[in-house]
């Protein structure tokens, strides 16, 4: 499984940008797909992620503000960030948790985007 993230970019504060994440590859089934984020001498953060179901998680911190949106069909998913604050800068990564094959076996695992800058100036 590929994913390939776009749509970072330097934004004032208050501003909105949108990020887009697109899969490819071969799977059994897509679960969860999400974005995380990562600040210059901090971890790997969640900030919001969504079930196949429709089921959204968010981070405290951008309730609101952010809205996490897949494609089923197109197995993508998205990042609408609105009211962007100085914080909110970081290197955002796409994440998506896939039943994949593996030899016979069916197993859950993890992939990751190769991450997007997001710059919010103040």
């Known amino acids: 499984v590929q994913l390939q993230a776009s749509g970072g970019g330097l934004v004032q504060a208050g501003g909105s940008l949108r990020l887009s994440c697109a899969t490819s590859?071969?799977?059994?089934?897509?679960?969860?797909m999400g974005w995380y984020r990562q600040a210059p001498g901090k971890q790997r953060e969640l900030v919001a992620d969504?079930?196949?179901?429709?089921?959204?998680n968010y981070a405290d911190s951008v309730k609101g503000r952010f809205t996490v949106s897949r494609d089923n069909a197109k197995s993508t998913v998205s990042l609408q960030m609105n009211s962007l604050k100085p914080e909110d800068t970081a290197v955002y990564y796409c994440?998506?948790?896939?039943?994949?094959?593996?030899?016979?076996?069916?197993?859950?695992?993890?992939?990751w985007g190769q991450g997007t800058q997001v710059t919010v100036s103040s």
């Open positions: 590859g071969s799977w059994l089934a897509i679960n969860a």
């Open positions: 994440n998506v948790r896939a039943n994949v094959l593996k030899g016979f076996r069916n197993e859950l695992l993890d992939y």
């Open positions: 969504i079930t196949s179901g429709g089921s959204t």
